[in-house]
């Protein structure tokens, strides 16, 4: 079962600013799980968005329900989508060991002697390959990367058209601004954090590779020379110019969420929401205070390993602490996101920021515990339209769809879709489609939606939770310079 954690999607207005207490002083520690209010704890406020039966819906939810369909198409047997419609949390648990590849020249450099011992030259076959499989990783790493790149980039271009269209209404364009600027960080850290270092570490580890296993002839003054240069400090110095640009960026981070969190001091409404945030924050603050750090040492090492042995000591902390920084992200702080398409202008709806948070929370722990019940306006579980709509208006369609498709219980199922009049390996998954299946089939997807809601539907409200605090601790702070006397304005009114 999965548990609601602290970490959305909808674009909503910007809170007004409130004042809220500050934090304890012992709250500068970085918290690395959000705990949950005990069941003594009073629960959150009634949520309106809650109480009008969900039917406030942001303009992101609307689109979505006009759409009410995903194409799949089928790959080498499975059927998958066909194409990626959503910003994806898709940074690989492998990349984390892009240094562990890079020390693979640990034999060639210590024993860099004539003639090569054999137990060196085993250690250097093995490194050397582990350094050139390591290019695997980073292709499909960096493409995976670019997809999210080239949808964020298209989403920045219809929201700057949507500012030049609502331009007068300076609630809107406040909101506009907000998605904006966390979309700079967003695709900041799909090219530094995944792209640059796709590049500059891949190549790296091919030339590295490369002279390890050149190191293995190097009886040959000519091959003995090569090596020493491409597994010496030709083929480290691309980590170590990657560990400066890192640790730029991460610096900006550090400065960026301080900011941040400095500002919802003064002005985040909610007690609980005010935790949350913090919490985000001083994560996003860990990462990238570590990942930083982490580039430059390791960085440095790489270069005192083309002579020195003991350049891989130093580089053992730096191994382990890449691969924890990669799970953190992963787990911690990474989402995914439905993008805007191409909607009208006149389409926008917005509910405020502080219900969908309220709301996105409420859900997590509804769903999360099966003694709870979500209001029957909202959804009623023995009932497959009812869920269905829910799942709609929710914005989960594309994810349940690739979950139909990932489940061995219910991926058969998908045969049953017609197909594509343009393409037979292509199927179309509506609530019209679904509903023409037999009885029998929609039992078991009954029951694999029930399912899907209290597991993969959890995971969903917690991404749009770690987005929508994003999204609030940069209004906040935009609103805080923007107008700092603003607060003192309205205690005295």
């Not at 083929?235 to 730029?248: D, K």
């Not at 700092?484 to 205690?491: C, G, H, Q, V």
């Given at each position: 079962?999965?548990?609601?954690?602290?970490?959305?999607?909808?674009?909503?207005?910007?809170?007004?600013?409130?004042?809220?207490?500050?934090?304890?002083?012992?709250?500068?520690?970085?918290?690395?799980?959000?705990?949950?209010?005990?069941?003594?704890?009073?629960?959150?406020?009634?949520?309106?968005?809650?109480?009008?039966?969900?039917?406030?819906?942001?303009?992101?939810?609307?689109?979505?329900?006009?759409?009410?369909?995903?194409?799949?198409?089928?790959?080498?047997?499975?059927?998958?989508?066909?194409?990626?419609?959503?910003?994806?949390?898709?940074?690989?648990?492998?990349?984390?060991?892009?240094?562990?590849?890079?020390?693979?020249?640990?034999?060639?450099?210590?024993?860099?002697?004539?003639?090569?011992?054999?137990?060196?030259?085993?250690?250097?076959?093995?490194?050397?390959?582990?350094?050139?499989?390591?290019?695997?990783?980073?292709?499909?790493?960096?493409?995976?990367?670019?997809?999210?790149?080239?949808?964020?980039?298209?989403?920045?271009?219809?929201?700057?058209?949507?500012?030049?269209?609502?331009?007068?209404?300076?609630?809107?364009?406040?909101?506009?601004?907000?998605?904006?600027?966390?979309?700079?960080?967003?695709?900041?850290?799909?090219?530094?954090?995944?792209?640059?270092?796709?590049?500059?570490?891949?190549?790296?580890?091919?030339?590295?590779?490369?002279?390890?296993?050149?190191?293995?002839?190097?009886?040959?003054?000519?091959?003995?020379?090569?090596?020493?240069?491409?597994?010496?400090?030709?083929?480290?110095?691309?980590?170590?110019?990657?560990?400066?640009?890192?640790?730029?960026?991460?610096?900006?981070?550090?400065?960026?969420?301080?900011?941040?969190?400095?500002?919802?001091?003064?002005?985040?409404?909610?007690?609980?929401?005010?935790?949350?945030?913090?919490?985000?924050?001083?994560?996003?603050?860990?990462?990238?205070?570590?990942?930083?750090?982490?580039?430059?040492?390791?960085?440095?090492?790489?270069?005192?390993?083309?002579?020195?042995?003991?350049?891989?000591?130093?580089?053992?902390?730096?191994?382990?602490?890449?691969?924890?920084?990669?799970?953190?992200?992963?787990?911690?702080?990474?989402?995914?996101?439905?993008?805007?398409?191409?909607?009208?202008?006149?389409?926008?709806?917005?509910?405020?920021?502080?219900?969908?948070?309220?709301?996105?929370?409420?859900?997590?722990?509804?769903?999360?515990?099966?003694?709870?019940?979500?209001?029957?306006?909202?959804?009623?579980?023995?009932?497959?339209?009812?869920?269905?709509?829910?799942?709609?208006?929710?914005?989960?369609?594309?994810?349940?769809?690739?979950?139909?498709?990932?489940?061995?219980?219910?991926?058969?199922?998908?045969?049953?879709?017609?197909?594509?009049?343009?393409?037979?390996?292509?199927?179309?998954?509506?609530?019209?489609?679904?509903?023409?299946?037999?009885?029998?089939?929609?039992?078991?997807?009954?029951?694999?939606?029930?399912?899907?809601?209290?597991?993969?539907?959890?995971?969903?409200?917690?991404?749009?939770?770690?987005?929508?605090l994003e999204l609030l601790g940069y209004a906040v702070c935009q609103d805080h310079k923007r107008a700092p006397t603003t607060l003192d304005t309205i205690e005295h009114t």
């Amino acid at each position: 079962m999965v548990t609601p954690a602290d970490s959305s999607d909808t674009l909503i207005t910007t809170p007004s600013p409130i004042h809220i207490p500050q934090l304890p002083p012992n709250s500068t520690t970085i918290p690395m799980e959000v705990e949950l209010p005990s069941p003594t704890e009073s629960p959150p406020p009634v949520v309106p968005k809650l109480l009008r039966e969900a039917s406030d819906i942001t303009w992101l939810e609307s689109l979505e329900s006009k759409k009410g369909q995903v194409v799949l198409v089928r790959r080498r047997g499975r059927y998958r989508l066909l194409y990626q419609q959503q910003f994806k949390n898709s940074l690989l648990a492998s990349v984390g060991y892009l240094e562990l590849a890079n020390a693979g020249d640990f034999a060639a450099n210590v024993w860099n002697e004539i003639p090569v011992p054999k137990f060196a030259a085993v250690l250097m076959g093995i490194g050397g390959t582990l350094a050139l499989g390591m290019l695997l990783v980073v292709i499909y790493d960096f493409r995976l990367s670019w997809t999210n790149v080239k949808l964020l980039r298209a989403e920045r271009d219809h929201l700057q058209r949507l500012r030049q269209y609502h331009d007068k209404n300076a609630e809107l364009v406040q909101l506009i601004d907000s998605r904006l600027g966390v979309g700079v960080r967003e695709i900041g850290t799909e090219v530094i954090d995944r792209i640059v270092m796709d590049v500059l570490m891949g190549f790296g580890s091919l030339l590295v590779g490369v002279g390890t296993l050149m190191a293995i002839g190097g009886a040959n003054p000519h091959v003995y020379k090569a090596s020493n240069l491409l597994s010496g400090y030709i083929g480290n110095s691309l980590a170590a110019i990657f560990g400066l640009v890192n640790a730029i960026w991460s610096g900006y981070l550090l400065y960026r969420f301080h900011m941040h969190d400095a500002a919802a001091f003064a002005r985040e409404p909610s007690d609980d929401i005010r935790r949350r945030l913090h919490t985000r924050v001083r994560r996003f603050q860990w990462h990238a205070g570590m990942n930083g750090l982490n580039g430059l040492v390791a960085g440095a090492a790489s270069m005192a390993t083309a002579e020195r042995w003991w350049g891989y000591v130093v580089l053992i902390p730096c191994i382990i602490s890449l691969v924890m920084c990669n799970y953190f992200w992963r787990r911690k702080l990474g989402y995914d996101r439905p993008l805007l398409g191409h909607a009208s202008p006149t389409e926008i709806q917005v509910t405020p920021l502080i219900e969908d948070l309220q709301y996105v929370i409420v859900m997590q722990r509804t769903l999360a515990d099966p003694e709870r019940s979500l209001p029957l306006a909202i959804i009623q579980p023995d009932s497959l339209d009812s869920i269905f709509q829910f799942i709609v208006r929710e914005n989960m369609l594309v994810t349940y769809c690739e979950s139909l498709a990932r489940d061995k219980s219910t991926r058969h199922l998908l045969a049953a879709f017609p197909s594509s009049n343009t393409s037979p390996d292509q199927i179309t998954i509506s609530l019209d489609a679904l509903f023409r299946l037999p009885p029998s089939h929609l039992d078991l997807i009954l029951e694999h939606a029930k399912q899907f809601l209290q597991t993969t539907g959890v995971r969903v409200f917690t991404n749009r939770e770690r987005y929508l605090l994003e999204l609030l601790g940069y209004a906040v702070c935009q609103d805080h310079k923007r107008a700092p006397t603003t607060l003192d304005t309205i205690e005295h009114t």
